[in-house]
């Protein structure tokens, strides 16, 4: 059983001190593609009626929580922000909500698709590269390191939307 994700996060900023940054990024796209799976494996391995159904008060579904991390992390943060790929962002809440046009196998394909596209735009990246685009504004992280990090922390430690959904 792999360790909690705060224990994962403190040994690979660790393991930053000491080990050459190549391997530490591969090392954390690794963990980043266990946890992929992981999320994969929970929603398939769910009843597909309640794929679509909120189980929580703030209103998402499972689905919606894939489309989440499809679109708004693995999408803005990988190939939007650290490769700075023009890339369609979500507007309000699409990120968080499964279109009814879109089947469950579709949705889970697409995300599997993106995690691909998104792990092969920062492959070969030095882990002290800045973000090349952002929001305006401050950018909240400095470096590939501390992206990859906040995208492994959200597909880990799922949290809710802000605000109830429509």
């Not at 190549?22 to 597909?48: F, N, T």
């Not at 499972?62 to 890339?87: F, K, Q, Y």
């Not at 401050?138 to 597909?155: A, G, I, K």
């Amino acid at each position: 059983m792999p360790p909690p994700t705060t224990d994962l996060i403190r040994t690979a900023l660790l393991d930053c001190v000491t080990t050459s940054d190549d391997l530490v990024r591969d090392e954390l796209l690794g963990w980043l593609d266990s946890k992929r799976r992981h999320v994969i494996a929970q929603v398939e391995a769910m009843p597909a009626e309640a794929r679509r159904r909120t189980h929580v008060p703030s209103g998402w579904t499972p689905l919606g929580l894939v489309r989440h991390l499809t679109l708004d992390v693995e999408r803005v943060w990988l190939r939007g922000a650290m490769a700075g790929e023009p890339v369609e962002i979500p507007q309000g809440y699409d990120g968080w909500v499964a279109p009814d046009g879109l089947s469950d196998e579709q949705v889970l394909q697409d995300y599997r698709d993106e995690c691909r596209e998104a792990s092969a735009a920062v492959a070969s990246m030095p882990l002290g590269q800045g973000l090349a685009w952002w929001f305006d504004g401050e950018r909240p992280y400095s470096s590939l390191r501390e992206v990859l990090l906040h995208v492994l922390v959200e597909t880990t430690t799922p949290r809710r939307p802000p605000r109830h959904l429509p």
